[in-house]
């Protein structure tokens, strides 16, 4: 046997029980990959009440949004952040975190409710940790382990990765030119025929997706690959929006974090001395009216801050700006926005967010292909596997 057989046959065995060994995992990791391109869609179909506004005009004050939702809230929930509509006729949106309530990790429970924009009436309420769309973020991030899931994605994106690279090598004709290779005809099966071609095709995105979501899994290493220094300060994630990979991605891009330095969770302020009418009215007069995104409320810690993220024209991220509860102050935000230029980066091309229609559409057909790549391969294995005892069996026989 020459070295080039040798070593495609070890390509072969290392992508055949990839395939095999992780089949399991995939099919669910891929499929509610797919799903999550079209999450925003998706909640417009299944909770259509909370968009349905009666115009785009912002006609009240931060004040009165707020109060309409703690209303709503019932005295479950204390006000964390408030969102404006990112698109016309999205309703606003109002954040508050559960009191007494914690998910995994310690990580506060939220409450969320739809506002309609002229009329300040409040279109739904609901823990949106609870809904579908968080528990697809849950499968996708973290398949549903506790403590290491996330880890155990990030290496399941290596070996997708490795896949896709032993699935090249095996694709590439040994004989004859590549033009011919891409005819569908490969083999006298049809499922073979089926699994090289849709794995040629989706063999480039598939691997970029996969580097992607090992970024993502592992921040800290992949930062210190990159060179790449965390540009936010230590504080908790703002209400609404968990910093790690497949949890509530779907809330407002670059959200400010919290106030204060009273640890990634700390609670809000009980009582403040500025009101979000005066924090929005002193942020849009030094972003010199840039429009308003969110702002949240300060957090218990050292010196505590409302966050304004503002929009600026010409700016692709938003800024955010810190005004100080105490003194109203107003400071640029140490975190800048959310993370450091990479991890942004990497984290749009693996959701798609921002991309545009024909990536979305890559992502979603690099989800379906692998839950068909999966099961063919496995029955193509289990074939092989049926005609070699069979073999085997006629030979003792004879």
């Keep these: 046997m020459t070295l080039s057989s040798r070593l495609r046959r070890l390509w072969l065995d290392v992508h055949l029980w990839i395939g095999v060994g992780l089949l399991i995992a995939i099919i669910p ?3 509610s990959g797919a799903i999550l391109v079209w999450k925003d869609g998706l909640d417009r179909i299944t909770h259509a009440e909370r968009y349905a506004t009666s115009g785009d005009r912002i006609a009240l004050s931060p004040a009165a949004y707020v ?3 703690e209303a709503a809230f019932e005295g479950k929930a204390d006000f964390t952040q408030l969102r404006f509509p990112e698109e016309p006729g999205d309703p606003v949106v109002v954040v508050g975190r559960l009191k007494g309530e914690t998910a995994a990790g310690g990580r506060p429970r939220n409450l969320n409710a739809w506002i309609d924009p002229p009329t300040g009436r409040v279109l739904g309420v609901a823990d949106t940790s609870r809904s579908f769309t968080q528990w697809l973020h849950r499968v996708h991030g973290s398949l549903l382990i506790p403590e290491v899931g996330r880890k155990v994605v990030g ?7 490795i896949s896709c690279a032993t699935g090249l090598w095996l694709w590439w004709p040994r004989n004859g030119p590549i033009l011919k290779a891409l005819r569908w005809r490969r083999g006298p099966s049809t499922l073979f025929n089926l699994h090289h071609m849709i794995g040629f095709w989706i063999c480039l995105p598939l691997a970029v997706l996969s580097l992607t979501g090992v970024y993502i ?3 800290q290493t ?3 690959v990159f060179g790449v220094q965390q540009q936010q300060s230590p504080e908790r994630a703002p209400a609404g929006r968990p910093e790690t990979k497949g949890e509530e991605k779907g809330e407002k891009k670059g959200a400010p974090r919290g106030g204060g330095a009273g640890g990634r969770f700390a609670p809000p302020l009980e009582t403040t001395r500025l009101t979000i009418d005066d924090a929005v009215r002193t942020a849009s007069v030094s972003a010199d009216g840039a429009r308003i995104v969110s702002v949240s409320a300060p957090t218990v810690g050292r010196d505590p801050a409302w966050r304004v993220q503002v929009e600026r024209v010409g700016q692709t991220t938003p800024a955010t700006l810190q005004v100080v509860d105490e003194s109203g102050e ?3 935000d140490r975190g800048g926005g959310g993370g450091d230029p990479i991890s942004r980066w990497m984290r749009n091309i693996h959701d798609g967010g921002d991309t545009g229609l024909i990536w979305q559409t890559v992502i979603v057909l690099g989800g379906i292909a692998p839950v068909i790549l999966s099961i063919t391969g496995v029955i193509m294995w289990l074939r092989r596997r049926a005609r070699r005892l069979a073999m085997t069996r006629r030979l003792a026989e004879t």
């Design 29 to 31: 990791l891929s499929a």
């Design 67 to 69: 109060g309409a939702a």
């Design 155 to 161: 290496w399941i994106g290596w070996a997708m990765f």
């Design 217 to 219: 899994s592992f921040p």
């Design 222 to 224: 992949s930062r210190a």
């Design 330 to 332: 107003v400071k640029a």
